[in-house]
């Protein structure tokens, strides 16, 4: 065994194996990562990605898989978190692990409190919580709430709470998944910052593009199995090369062929207005009007904080904030949104951008979810048909490509990706005319994206009309056969697919309400 003195290497993992019931998750997978980089591990959902880091932090403790592990050259045995956390190795998940009613610094010590004679020390806590977040370039009061601050200084603040454990070792899951591109920029070069500063990271992304702009080396993992580790540095690593490890062949578009078939107007929306639910006076949607084709895809386009959830879920059964005013027709008739319920009869599904907390209930299987949003349609007499519903979902998942060993699985148990084609599912089955999407790829990986992007084609070509809202400009030009842009609760523009470029977007998407142009 290799000694601390002559390894390069801070980890080394060797043939690592996990198994659940029915499933290998992990077979002999490696991984060697050399102190003070920053290594990637990219792979399809469901390739074992998150399992292995479990494994590293102690999430899967030592006797519960295979294989060893290895720190600084000698082999360590983690039987929990606390164990791995007191080794230096601090991993940070993609559901953030933030308390939103306590303050940004109580959630920094959260168990790590620090006190003088059993009495916590205020002053001496905002005061280190000060530090942290100086570090992590956070201008934020130690004392504001979580639930006060976006996404992205939460990220900051669990690099803090990490930093304050005096971590060797940072372990990230999907960081940048629910960034804009501002504060994604901001957490990347923060782990520039970390790198030079000894800290070795570990990072699971999806989004190549940053993969390749700050990877040091990068290992893919493919079915399970370590496939391949890329030295970044030694050249000829871009994202079509990560691509072709990733699915074990080249990916020659990011967008299956597609050609659409385009009918009359569909959905109309006029004069949409909706109030903040907590903040009397302001609006949230400006009086947003616009249309949908049968057999078209509509993009959304929007910063974060732009209102393009917010106006998906008001008209989705007036399900956010206090409705005002406004219209929604289809096919010439008025419809009734007054609440979820009546959406769903009247034609509409909504994917929503949060599949874990609004999208699925994880205490559920498979089946249960698939049919959740529609139960009279398998009710005879108000009693479930446990048959249908099987069918049901077997149907599903063998026309989405679930990867599942059973539909009695729990949801909890899939990936992300695995996941959000549950969710599809079950709006799919509710038959709806007007489906809409609201981050449909958020945290999934390249070749999930392919496929679901054929789903939602296969839709249109139905005479379905497709409302996709992503924050992904590329994913938007790629998909949509029209764009429509927001700002500040406004529609600020509307573009054909053949006139929309990134450029022409972004001056929309930053148009103030005051100075909007007529949409299409």
Known sequence: MASTATTPYLLEMVDITKQFPGVKALDQVNLRVRTGEVHAICGENGAGKSTLMKVLSGVYP?????????????????????????AGIVIIHQELALIPELSIAENIFLGNEASRGGVIDWVGTNRRARDLLDMVGLRDDPETPIKNVGVGKQQLVEIAKALNKDVRLLILDEPTAALNEEDSQHLLDLLRGL???????????????EIAAIADSITIIR??????????????????????GMVGRPLDSRFPDYTPQIGETLLEVRDWTVEHPQIPGRLVCKG???????????????????????LMRSLFGHSYGQFLGGEALLRGRRLRLSSVPTAIKEGLGYVTEDRKVLGL????????????????????????????????AERYRTSLRTKTPSVNEGVSKL???????????????????????DEPTRGIDVGAKYEIYGIIQQLALQGKGVIVVSSELPELLGLSDRIYTICEGAITGCLDKSEATQEQLMRLMTLTSSTHVPTA
């Open 62 to 86: 030592h006797g519960s898989y295979s294989g060893s592990i290895l720190l600084d050259g000698r082999e360590v045995e983690f039987k929990d978190i606390r164990a791995s956390e007191h």
């Open 415 to 437: 990936s992300g990706g695995n996941q959000q084609k549950v969710v599809l599912a079950k709006w799919l089955f509710t038959d709806p005319e007007v489906l809409i999407l």
């Open 288 to 310: 947003s009007s616009f249309t949908v084709r049968a057999g078209e895809i509509v993009g959304f386009a929007g910063l974060m904080g732009a209102g393009r959830t917010e």
């Open 195 to 209: 790198r030079e500063r000894g800290i070795t990271c570990i990072m699971i992304s999806h989004k190549l593009g």
């Open 361 to 392: 209930n994880l205490l559920d299987d498979i089946k249960a979810t698939t049919v959740s949003a529609k139960l009279g349609k398998i009710s005879p007499n108000g009693v479930v048909d446990r048959h249908k519903e099987f069918d049901f």
């Open 223 to 244: 079915d399970g199995r370590s496939i391949e580790t890329l030295d970044v540095a030694a050249g000829g690593v871009d994202e079509d090369r990560i691509i072709r």
